[in-house]
């Protein structure tokens, strides 16, 4: 059966020394407890390498929040997916909306790092999402859809077992406006069964679906309630650890 993960994107933020320390305390908080679920940090790519050293790998796993669309060679500035694993990194987030929005990665850019990613042994944490014009013309399933079909639906079911998915409605990202979980769960519901259509329904019983957008404390537990919604993908309340213990604790 899929797995329930908590996972924080800490986005640009934290110096290495601030980033070090944050997971170092959420490190000694998580040893002291039995967790029900998966716990990824997703930090800036040059902390990867000291945060792994931080924590324990039985207990928190390591994201990079981008790798490259290209194997290696003459691309000054990207870091690669080969890279990233060598740092001791397991995840790599892919395909945020704000990457999309402020990078310009389409579908087919993120194919091609879903591909690396995994060629290099990385999980790959999947981000779909419409933005609020598109919810508000009722096209939310049909960009989530296209989103999926032309970035993933490539891969073998071997290889798609592999990603975990991130539902995040743009409106809700760092906006304080979390869909309620009605919403999540109606849009989680769909995604399975996109998944189920083209892979089966073992593949998709099998994949981990995430909410991201303005996920708290406060919140966390109603959404993760919900039968197809399997964890959240963090921002904001993943960068001091006792809002990011607060949801993990929603499990
Ligand atoms: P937020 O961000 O929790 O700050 O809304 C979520 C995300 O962008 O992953």
Same mark, same amino acid.
């Given at each position: ?5 908590? $996972? ?19 490190? &000694?908080?998580?040893?002291?407890? +039995?967790?029900? #679920? ?6 800036? $790519? ?40 060598? +740092? ?9 909306? =704000?990457?999309? @929005? ?11 790092? +879903?591909?690396?990613?995994?060629? %290099? ?14 919810? =508000? ?12 079909? =032309? ?9 798609f077992a592999k990603i975990v998915l991130a539902y995040e409605p743009v409106w809700a990202i760092g906006t304080g ?20 259509? &083209? ?15 303005? #996920?708290?404390?406060?919140?966390? &537990? ?17 960068? %001091? $650890? @006792? ?9």
């Open positions: 059966m899929r797995q329930n993960i908590v $996972a924080g994107n800490w986005k640009m933020n934290k110096t290495l020394q601030e980033g070090v320390a944050l997971a170092s305390e959420l490190n &000694k908080i998580l040893a002291t407890k +039995t967790l029900n #679920c998966g716990v990824v940090i997703g930090v800036p $790519a040059i902390h990867i390498t000291e945060v792994v050293k931080a924590v324990d790998a039985k207990k928190i796993g390591v994201a990079a929040q981008n790798c490259a669309n290209k194997e290696s060679g003459a691309y000054t500035g990207e870091i690669s997916a080969a890279m990233v694993k060598s +740092t001791g990194a397991a995840y790599v987030i892919l395909g945020h909306s =704000e990457r999309r @929005e402020y990078y310009g990665e389409t579908n087919q850019t993120l194919k091609e790092k +879903t591909d690396l990613a995994l060629a %290099n042994g990385l999980t790959p944490i999947f981000c779909i999402g419409e933005v609020l014009k598109e919810r =508000e013309a009722n096209k939310q399933n049909q960009v989530v859809k296209t989103q999926i079909e =032309e970035a993933l639906f490539h891969l073998s079911a071997d290889a406006k979390v869909a309620s979980p009605e919403q999540a769960q109606e849009i989680h519901a769909y995604i399975r069964s996109v998944v189920a259509n &083209k892979y089966g329904n073992d593949v998709a019983n099998n994949t981990s679906i995430l909410y991201g957008g303005s #996920c708290k404390p406060s919140n966390a &537990k109603e959404l993760f309630a919900k039968a197809d919604v399997d964890g959240g993908l963090i921002g904001g309340a993943a960068l %001091n $650890a @006792e809002d990011f213990v607060g949801i993990i604790d929603a499990f």
